[in-house]
């Protein structure tokens, strides 16, 4: 898994095979796709001055990846091309392109072969096409080696993890790269022309700011985010309580998401708490009733007497991404008292997946008395171990008479996808959009 995403359960007993990604190019077949790249492998063969120059001020120019109409005639797919630039003070023997959930789906496989990306003959450009509908948006970075081929294509876990601590951004991208933790490198983001506008998740200079404090609440760590111009003696504030805060806040500064969010009136006046996981994340984030019961009788009571924030279910939504999703979802059935609102991202629905079952959560949604809690579901089309799972979560929310709004995005297990979905599915369940 990259440094940027949630970590989520171990590996699932027996997964599924996962379904071929939408068509990367074998081997020697990406000069082929792109009529850039042949036009750029003619005239090097052709003996044309300065034409690798020529393409890599082509590049900076536009931006990578490259992005060109679908060899297949069809408007809603784009051929995207990875470009890699070789460094000839570390020149490469292979460089692997790592494309959020398009790779990982053939690394749970364990062939990483159709990711190794081409070097053009005569000349310093790596690079791999993949076809991708016109709406995808994923992080993606590059992994450049000087080993053997074996050594490239190991897919165990440990060499994974090791691909992943040195892997870097692409520096001809010009978007805004998505932040890491633990020390690994930010990755890129690769958005096609039709995926969905992102337009807050970036810092704006004409807003008003909220401020940002750090606490601890019965020993664990808590980020509070006021809106600009909190007053503690003012009117009851809406609240989000956003899991895995450790992420949300320091990595990913989620308060220029939430000031923009009321800088726009998407959202009524918010507080947010953010919850660090504290190392405890796979005991926390599993269905915990003694963990929920911690967010809704210790950390809520706080928030109210602090911050006049949490005191109206209705107006509290409690938010999570993949194990936090799940849990997001399961806050709002073991309590809804305090959580009348949900908003799960890429749910981790099969969960336990083990002697006791599976989808454990969607049969107590099933059989149990209904709950007067609304809950926004999302998840990405790329997602194979979640989709289908998610799919069935809906679909018994709904037989039940459940308030569930639903989307599925065309992406991934992906921070560059929930940073969007968050300020949309905040603005959903508390703004009423």
């Given amino acids: 898994m990259k440094g940027n995403e949630t970590v989520t359960y171990p590996p699932r ?9 939408e068509a990367p190019t074998g081997p020697g077949a990406t000069a082929v796709r792109s009529p850039l790249l042949r036009t750029l492998l003619e005239d090097v063969r052709a003996g044309k001055p300065g034409a690798e120059e020529a393409f890599w001020r082509h590049v900076t120019t536009t931006g990578a990846p490259l992005v060109e109409p679908d060899p297949e005639g069809d408007p809603g797919h784009r051929l995207v091309t990875f470009v890699h630039r070789e460094d000839p003070a570390r ?74 601590d040195h892997a870097e951004p692409d520096p001809l991208n010009d978007r805004a790269p998505l932040p890491s933790r633990d020390g690994r490198n930010p990755a890129s983001v690769c958005e096609l022309p039709e995926a969905p506008a992102q337009p807050r998740t970036r810092r704006r200079e004409d807003v008003d700011r909220g401020r940002t404090l750090d606490a601890e609440v019965d020993g664990r760590r808590i980020s509070v985010h006021l809106p600009p111009g909190h007053r503690p003696d003012g009117d009851p504030y809406a609240l989000a309580v956003l899991l895995d805060g450790e992420m949300w806040g320091p990595v990913l500064g989620v308060g220029d998401i939430l000031d ?63 194990a936090g999703g799940l849990t997001a979802a399961f806050a709002a059935f073991q309590r809804p008292d305090r959580f009348g609102l949900a908003l799960s991202q890429s749910g981790s629905f099969w969960w336990p997946d083990d002697e006791r079952g599976s989808e454990w959560l969607t049969g107590q949604y099933a059989r149990a008395e209904r709950r007067p809690v609304t809950l926004h579901l999302e998840v990405g089309l790329q997602e194979w171990m979640l989709l289908a799972e998610n ?43």
């Fill in 91 to 164: 020149p490469a023997t292979h460089v692997l392109a790592l494309v959020h959930t398009v790779t990982d789906k053939d690394r749970h496989a364990g062939d990483l072969a159709p990711h190794l990306m081409d070097r053009l003959e005569g000349t310093g450009v790596w690079a791999i096409s993949h076809r991708l509908r016109a709406d995808h948006r994923a992080s993606y970075q590059f992994h450049a080696t000087d080993g053997t081929r074996q050594d490239a294509l190991r897919a165990d876990r440990a060499s994974w993890l090791r691909v992943l």
């Fill in 391 to 433: 799919r069935r979560f809906r679909n018994v929310l709904r037989a039940r008479g459940y308030d569930v709004r639903y989307r599925e995005f065309n992406g991934g297990h992906d921070y560059a996808c929930w940073r969007g979905g968050l300020a949309e599915g905040l603005a959903e369940l508390l703004g009423g959009r």
């Fill in 260 to 322: 923009n969010l009321h800088a726009d009136g998407g959202l009524p006046p918010t507080v947010a708490v953010l919850v660090d996981t504290m190392g405890r994340r796979m005991e926390d984030l599993a269905c915990s009733a003694p963990f929920v019961d911690w967010l809704a009788d210790t950390l809520l009571p706080w928030t109210e007497q602090e911050y006049r924030a949490g005191a109206d279910a209705a107006r509290t939504v409690v938010a999570g991404q993949s």
């Fill in 13 to 21: 007993n027996n997964p599924p095979a996962p379904p071929a990604p």
